[in-house]
């Protein structure tokens, strides 16, 4: 396997473990740990940049990853490499904290840390939110990864915009931004979350679209480009 593929797998990969993981160990499926949760997402972030930001850019998300293709930073090839290693690798971690969750006896039956539309009042609410979310989250990447005068701090940056983003999010959605962080979860938890799912790979992937015309657009770019 390609090193910036395998990349992708382990930065996924952790990032559901100890985001979800968090979740569920804090018991968020019953209103706490919101803040701590948010953090552990975005310190995940933060400590793979460290890892694997060198080898493949650290997109550990398909919207990220599109939005990327979609500004000419990676080729069709890498996209589709990326976008399964990331699903592959967040399957690989909710499988981890499944198996986990199983040993020390937490009900992961219906939750594992994956998406809802319930708290954002149905399906069209939760489109909504996870569009402006993502659409936030991938702008912020697209400026400071763009500038490499920003490259030492880039990890950091991205990672509380995620921290930020969940802090909002969680209470309606569990806040998804990243189709492969919900994808994973949902197979294993099944029930409502994997029929919500769709919800969760649409609107991040709508988001990163937008993010990448407002980019264009304040950057001066052609958006037709």
């Known amino acids: 396997m390609h090193k910036k593929y395998f990349s992708e797998f382990i930065g996924t990969l952790v990032l559901v473990f100890m985001g979800c993981g968090a979740a569920v160990f804090l018991g968020v499926a019953t209103g706490g740990g919101h803040l701590a949760v948010a953090f552990a997402f975005g310190l995940s972030i933060v400590a793979m940049a460290h ?3 060198n080898v493949s850019g650290c997109h550990i998300n398909p919207a990220v990853s599109l939005a ?3 500004d000419g930073r990676i080729k069709v090839v890498d996209l589709c490499g990326y976008v399964v290693s990331q699903v592959a690798g967040a399957i690989a971690g909710a499988g981890l904290l499944r198996v986990l969750s199983s040993a020390i006896e937490v009900d992961y ?6 998406n809802l539309v319930g708290g954002a ?3 069209w609410g939760a489109m909504y939110i996870e569009v402006i979310l993502t659409f936030i989250f991938v702008l912020v990447i697209l ?3 763009a500038d490499k005068a920003k490259s030492n701090v ?6 509380l915009t995620l921290v930020f983003v969940h802090i909002v999010g969680i209470p309606l959605t569990g806040t998804s931004v990243n189709p492969a962080r ?4 949902a197979i294993f938890a099944g029930g409502t979350a994997l029929a919500d799912l769709w919800v969760f790979v649409v609107a991040p992937l709508v988001g990163a679209i937008l993010a990448v015309s407002a980019y264009k657009l304040i950057k001066g770019k052609d958006v037709a480009k």
Do not use: H
């Open 121 to 123: 009042g149905g399906i």
């Open 182 to 185: 919900s994808i994973g979860p």
């Open 143 to 145: 400026a400071v990864t």
């Open 154 to 159: 880039a990890g950091l940056v991205i990672g």
């Open 109 to 114: 039956t219906n939750y594992l840390g994956s």
């Open 51 to 53: 890892v694997i930001g």
């Open 68 to 70: 990327a293709f979609l």
